[in-house]
């Protein structure tokens, strides 16, 4: 019923981007990204990232919040590369397998988030200082959760 209003140019926008789903599900790139261990290296180097993020403010270190944003954002590209974007895209672009790993996700996401917010509120009680540094750094591990999950947890992509 939709796609009686659709204009010519909303219908080609959306092959474009069915094509482009399709090239990040079953295309060759980050191929090397795409195994289990170098998975987990990522979500490693998400989390490191954050630290060095988190660190900098109360060390008074500018260039290691710098330097953790920058690692932060870089690794969190390739995880989502790395995991082809299951977490991410729309349902129509998933299998009925991949849209059952990316709802179980969302679920573990939320729990997180809940448990984040919990720590954020524990760290306002203790060093007030560093209550906006602790909120980005949430924010940010939110970001990119669905991704990491998928890429710890799942075997095959």
């Given amino acids: 019923m939709y796609t009686t209003f659709m204009s010519e140019s909303d219908t ?4 474009a981007l ?13 191929f090397a990204l795409r195994g289990r261990t170098p998975r987990r290296w990522l979500v490693l180097a ?3 990232s954050l630290a060095l993020y988190f660190a900098g403010s109360p060390l008074h270190k500018p260039w290691l919040t710098l330097l953790g944003l920058v690692l932060f954002f870089t690794s969190s590209v390739l995880v989502r590369f790395a995991t082809r974007g299951v977490a991410d895209l729309p349902a129509s672009a998933l299998d009925e397998r ?11 996401s939320y729990r997180l988030a809940g448990g984040l917010v919990v720590l954020v509120i524990g ?31 799942e075997r095959e992509l």
């Avoid at 080609?12 to 092959?15: K, S, T, V």
């Avoid at 959760?145 to 998928?150: A, D, G």
């Fill in 46 to 48: 998400v989390c490191g």
């Fill in 123 to 153: 760290v306002a009680e203790l060093l007030p200082g560093l209550v906006v540094p602790a909120l980005l750094a949430s924010l940010f591990a939110l970001l990119v959760t669905p991704s990491c999950i998928v890429a710890w947890t």
């Fill in 98 to 108: 991949q849209l059952v790993v990316r709802n179980a996700v969302y679920v573990a």
């Fill in 12 to 15: 080609q926008y959306r092959q």
């Fill in 18 to 30: 069915d094509r482009g789903h399709q090239r990040l599900l079953s295309g060759p790139d980050f």
